[in-house]
């Protein structure tokens, strides 16, 4: 199987979306609403939002092709939470269920913290689902860890994590 990771260019919304929906179909059928996570999934409603962030230049996307069909996405950016000033924030890392457990999205994570790395900063952190064991589990494994700050989203909790680079 021919594997491209690259940076996101102009044209590449439709597939970010295809990709963050059909993810979050499958990664959270069991942690958010059957509404909210209809609504979260609105193809063209992530076709939109990434061609905003395409066309500011906002943030930093890579997609990750396998045989030249999009599987993988991640976005990070500088940290949004105030407490988290200074810090880089993976702000999404997503793939399509047909391959989980087949390490692209560990390909994935590595070309983005030395990225994050190369960008100056010394620590990222994250927001995950606190149900979600799948993530949590990979991320650990990615050497984050979780902190005590928790906050509410889209009807459940999510907890943040962070690593340093």
């Known amino acids: 199987m021919e594997v491209l990771l690259r940076r996101v260019q102009p044209g590449d919304a439709p597939a970010l ?28 409603r992530a076709t939109r939002m990434y061609e905003g962030l395409l066309q500011e230049h906002k943030g930093n996307g890579y997609l990750l092709t396998l045989d ?22 993976l702000i999404c890392i997503h793939s399509l269920p047909q391959h989980w457990g087949m390490g692209y999205g560990g390909m994935m994570m ?21 149900d979600n064991a799948r993530a949590r589990r990979f991320y650990e494994a990615k050497g984050f860890h979780a902190t005590e700050h928790v906050k509410p989203g889209l009807g459940t909790q999510e907890i943040c994590y962070i690593r340093a680079l």
């Open 110 to 130: 590595d070309r983005v913290l030395a990225d994050v790395k190369a960008a100056g900063f010394s620590e990222i952190v994250l927001w995950v689902f606190t």
């Open 68 to 89: 030249g069909h999009p599987h993988c996405i991640a976005w990070w950016d500088a940290a949004r939470d105030p407490e988290y000033t200074g810090k880089a924030e």
């Open 17 to 44: 979306a295809h990709v963050q929906t059909e993810s979050w179909k499958a990664a959270f059928r069991n942690i958010l609403d059957p509404a909210t996570l209809e609504r979260c999934t609105d193809l063209g």
